[in-house]
Structure formats: C-alpha cells, structure tokens
C-alpha cells in the first residue's frame, strides 16, 4: 500500500522558519523524483520544489528560491523542505508527490499540510 506522510506543518511569524517532512512507503522511494507542491485558498495548486533520485539536481519556483530547500534522504524513505524567510504569501496546504516509471507512468500524492504564516 502506497503511502506518501507529511508533517511539520503549522503557524509561523512571517520571517520564520518551519521544515516539512514526507515519509513514504509502499514504492521504491529511491526510484522517484520527489516534489512539492502548494494550494493556497482559493487557487489551484502549483509546485514549489523538485529534486531528482539521488538529490543531485533540484528546482525551485521563482516565488521561492533563495527562501526554500529541498532535500531527501532516500534510506528514511523521505524528503524535506526547509523553508526560511516566510511570507503571509506562503500560506497553503503543502503536499509532496512521488512520480515513477513501472512499466508506465505513476504518480503519488500526500494528504497535504497546512502552513499557514500571520502575525
């Protein structure tokens, strides 16, 4: 049974700090590239981070670089984001995906957490 976990996610002070984390099973982690992706209220969801199998190549949105990182540790079964300098703009339901190649394309989604950042 597949199952992609996030946690980490809560109230922060704009300018603050928090780090996401994802675990997964039921797939071979280390074969899927990892990503993020974020919906605020009110709008469709778009993606925040990608790193690829082995945690060598990653991207950002431009809304988030400099401010985000990706990273995975792929004998935890699991990736991160750490996510710095945040902004009331940053506020969404957080979900990591895994997208594989088994014979044919798959894609696996998490439940989401909420990152909500106010004073």
């Known amino acids: 049974q597949v199952q992609l976990v996030e946690s980490g996610g809560g109230l922060v002070q704009p300018g603050g700090s928090l780090t996401l984390s994802c675990t997964a099973s039921?797939?071979?982690?280390?074969?899927?590239?990892m990503r993020w992706y974020r919906q605020p209220p009110g709008k469709e969801r778009d993606m925040v981070a990608s790193?690829?199998?082995?945690?060598?190549?990653?991207a950002y949105a431009d809304s988030v670089k400099g401010r985000f990182t990706i990273s995975r540790d792929n004998a935890k079964n699991s990736v991160y984001l750490q996510m710095n300098s945040l902004k009331p703009e940053d506020t969404a339901v957080y979900y990591c995906?895994?997208?594989?190649?088994?014979?044919?394309?798959?894609?696996?989604w998490g439940q989401g957490t909420q990152v909500t950042v106010s004073s």
């Open positions: 039921g797939f071979p982690f280390s074969t899927y590239v």
């Open positions: 790193i690829s199998t082995t945690g060598g190549s990653t």
């Open positions: 995906s895994a997208r594989g190649y088994d014979r044919t394309w798959l894609e696996y």
